[in-house]
């Protein structure tokens, strides 16, 4: 019993050092990575190297198809293009399974110690997150070696023996047992080492490892498809043409393996070996076969998986695609396109309050009041996405922005409930009771939304691209609106001394626009302060003008 225990704690320290060193790579290279494959579209193949290069650092095509996926979905690469990505990734996939099945013990401690000595020296830091990613390969290469010491015993005795003489040759059973195998353990690289070291140690037939094999290919396409199954169709066409290449593969192949054995034992040698080329060969002459037929396959994958049309502004979130969780740097970056859409629906409500009040359109306040809805709804979907994305997996760059795009989305909540607020008191004390505004106090307020409208789309460009100047203009924006709201605040009370009619019926409407205004400003101008915070531009009570002049204009 306890060789089967030290044999299923080996298996498992596989398995955790392959999404070790996956996670890790990820976080190291992230927008590296994304990067690479966003400029490798240019043809079949440089799009397969692409796949082959990122598999290799990453070890998990699934992790590939991944990112490639949340591309497809956005319409930044065709399903075609990203197949071919795909076709390159298996090869890198099997090119790691080919690397690892060599005696790399010796390698083990060196890569543990010089991980955990640079994780803890550094843990915060680029240095500790490679680190991480030491450890992940000295771990497998160890637990490699634990599962040769667990088989040892298994193999002497004559009950396992017994046990799998009495298996049955059913190829179809063994691509089954792989394929749930490597969806259980996320991970068709552990499932083929797996399998190449049982056979190393004669607990496993070749004929029936080639089977496992070929079921982890398969499963790996599944769990591609499980990981997307609830995004957006568009999302999920690159799994599913990357699953038809590898079922379409093993049908091919199964027919042929009766040929393909004694090729393998005449020329490869020993069994553990024949298992690696085998896995290898397989992914090379898929890559090779359908290579050309990426654009038919995504073409008819397009056909059945359309994507919905949007229609109007109760849409919901754009941008928020689960799968990219995966990759906490691609997540990052759509939530900060998810915060800009809320903004721009913002926007499209504090533009319509001037028609409202000039025109009493009572339509358009109704229609307007609505979108607040969409902005809290959105508001809500951002905050719950970005508390699933790891803050560990995060560098301090991207953990920075993490805090920026929750900061700009509480703005825009809350300025789109004051601008609610605004257009219901219109409706109610000057529209409904038929009261207007005098020309002085039109003009003011028209003035006051202007700058306000300017302040939004300034707030925006600061959010989105960092410049320290943008954010050191848009806080002294706040200063100067004060000083308006107090002069308009003062002529209206001037106003009223004059016995201005208008002035008179409209004077508790009047100071609390300008107040509701002046308060909006106040949220927009609070785009500023991460962004000067972090460029070491602020004290702890006002700006510090002296060092701003020495600043670099983007956000480090």
Known sequence: MIHLLNLLAAIALLVWGTHI?????????????RRILAVSFRNRASA??????????????????????????KGLVTTGAALAVMLGADVGTALMALVFSFDLSWLSPLLIFAGVVMFVSREKGPAGRIGRVLIGLGLITLALQLIVGATKPLTASPAVRALLVALPNEILLDILVGAVLTVLSYSSLAIVLLTATLTAQGLLPVNVALGLVLGANIGSGLLAMLATSQAE????????????????????????????????????GEGPQQVVAFHLGFNVALALLFIGFTGLVGRQVDRWLTAPTRTGPGSGPRYLDPVALATPSLAISLAAREALHQADIVETMLRGVLPVMRDNDLQLAEQLRRMDDEVDELYSAIKFY?????????????????????????NMEQIGDTIERVLQDIED?????????????????????????????????????????????????????RDLEHEYAANHIARLQDNTAQSIETSSLHLDLISELKRINSHICSIAYPILESAGALSSTRLRHSQLGGLDDVRP
């Open 21 to 33: 060193v996956r996670t890790g790579m990820l976080r190291v290279f992230g927008e590296d990575l």
């Open 233 to 268: 169709p568009a999302v999920r066409r690159l799994p599913l043409g990357n699953f038809i290449f590898k079922l379409i593969g093993a049908m091919l192949v199964i027919p042929l393996l009766p040929l393909l054995q004694p090729l393998l034992q005449n020329h490869i």
């Open 386 to 410: 970005l508390t699933q994305i790891s803050r560990e997996a995060l560098s301090e760059r991207e953990s920075r922005r993490w805090t920026d795009i929750v900061s700009f989305t509480i």
């Open 429 to 481: 004390k000057k529209i409904r009771k038929a009261r207007s505004f005098s020309d002085a106090g039109t003009a003011e307020i028209c003035h006051l939304h202007e700058r306000l409208m300017s302040n939004l789309r300034l707030g925006m460009s600061v959010f989105l691209d960092g410049h320290v100047r943008d954010a050191q203009k848009l806080l002294e924006e706040k200063a100067r609106f």
């Open 48 to 73: 397969a190297a692409a796949g082959l290069a990122v598999t290799s650092l990453v070890q998990s095509s699934t992790a590939t198809c991944l990112i490639v996926a949340s591309f497809v979905g």
